[in-house]
């Protein structure tokens, strides 16, 4: 039997775990905590993602070592590698997705359009960064902060210092020009170890208070252009890093353009439509790629949206009498601001899936989509 370990024990993990179970895949996982979601479904070793030891536990024997958070840090990880440890995706694409200017200037290495944006590291520095790029624009920091968090909004002189006192001990920082975007998109990709590339569909995605409330996926509206224009840079990225697994690209689309925002290298919130909406899903598709199989049919079976359960739980008897709609509870206990489940839904056409998801907001908690 192989055996795969997943440092991170979240939703994600559990996902990835769930979906290399009938692969035949033993999973192993390392989380701080011991009652972490994917600990029902794998063999979880208990201690902080940065602990060579508990590392090395989680990891012995494994045939492959992934992750399902981008915040794991790279150090360790590389020192799996020098130890002989087969680690994918690699840990320079981990590296890079750490640190937003690192990652900008990665993307426009490679010809792919991103917003303005310069490096902070002094309150005279900011002066000189809004000097050049303008109001508006975003402060944020360059390492950390996730669903809104550790970023601030800057239009007027009042507003830089709010940010500065607000963000400066989370420096170093960077300042992101304000896009007028028309909307929010996502590209996934996996990459084989042989090269092979499969992407999804392009996801229109909707947040509210910085966290992802909505997926849908295809994105209306899309045309052969602008879906190989994404294809075309989560290529680029794959590419640049020798990549193996799942990526995510963030798009901002402006009018035809498409500019980058983020990536993920893992699998994504955006992606969970393709559990029941794809062929197969963007956790299979992951594992297969790490474990050097062939990947997966990537074509979606209809239209498909993902609502997240943030802070609270539906009843699941009200969701499951919803036609195409799927529970998925992640075993967290709810509080305020927590992705705590998701609901997929699948249709025969655009309008039967508004009709469902229409349907389905009636049933979900206020706080919830």
Not at 62 to 74: C, F, I, L, Q, R
Not at 78 to 91: C, F, I, T
Not at 100 to 107: A, G, M
Request: proline residues 6%; contains cysteine.
């Amino acid at each position: 039997m192989s055996t795969l370990a997943i440092l991170g024990g979240g939703q994600l993990g559990r996902m990835l775990a769930l979906a290399a179970i009938p692969l035949g895949v033993e999973v192993r996982t390392l989380d701080p905590v011991a009652g972490a979601p994917a600990a029902t479904v794998s063999t979880l070793t208990v201690g902080a993602l940065d602990d060579l030891a508990a590392l090395r536990k989680a990891t012995a024997g494994a045939d492959v070592v992934t992750y399902e958070w981008e915040g794991v840090p790279a150090g360790p990880v590389r020192a799996l590698v020098a130890e002989g440890h087969a680690v994918h995706p690699s840990p320079d694409a981990l590296e890079v997705s750490q640190d937003r200017v690192d990652e900008k200037t990665t993307f426009r290495a490679l010809d792919i359009p991103v917003a303005e944006f310069e490096a902070v590291d002094d309150r005279t520095g900011l002066d000189r960064a809004l000097e050049r790029i303008g109001r508006p624009a975003i402060l944020k920091t360059r390492r950390g902060g996730y669903d809104g968090k550790g970023q601030a909004v800057i239009t007027t002189t009042a507003d830089a210092e709010r940010a500065w006192g607000e963000l400066a001990a989370g420096a170093p920082l960077i300042l992101e020009a304000m896009v007028p975007f028309d909307r929010e998109l996502s590209i996934l990709a996996a990459r084989a170890v042989d090269g092979e590339v499969r992407t999804w569909p392009l996801v229109e995605n909707d947040h509210r208070d910085g966290i992802l409330r909505v997926s849908r996926a295809p994105a209306a509206g899309v045309d052969a252009q602008l879906q190989a224009l994404a294809d075309a840079y989560v290529r680029a990225v794959l590419e640049r890093f020798d990549y193996v697994g799942v990526l995510t690209v963030e798009l901002f689309q402006c009018g035809d353009n498409l500019l980058a925002n983020e990536m993920a290298p893992r699998v994504h919130n955006s992606g969970h439509w393709t559990i029941e909406g794809s062929r197969t899903s963007q956790f299979e598709n992951h594992v297969r790629a790490v474990m050097g199989w062939p990947l997966g049919d990537t074509a979606s079976v209809g239209p498909a949206a993902m609502v997240n359960c943030i802070g609270v739980l539906p009843e699941p008897a009200a969701v499951l009498a919803v036609p195409g709609a799927s529970l998925h509870r992640y075993g967290k206990a709810p509080r305020p601001g927590r992705k705590v489940g998701h609901v997929t839904v699948v249709a025969g056409s655009p309008a039967e899936l508004d009709r469902r998801l229409t349907a389905l907001r009636t049933v979900l908690p206020a706080d919830i989509g």
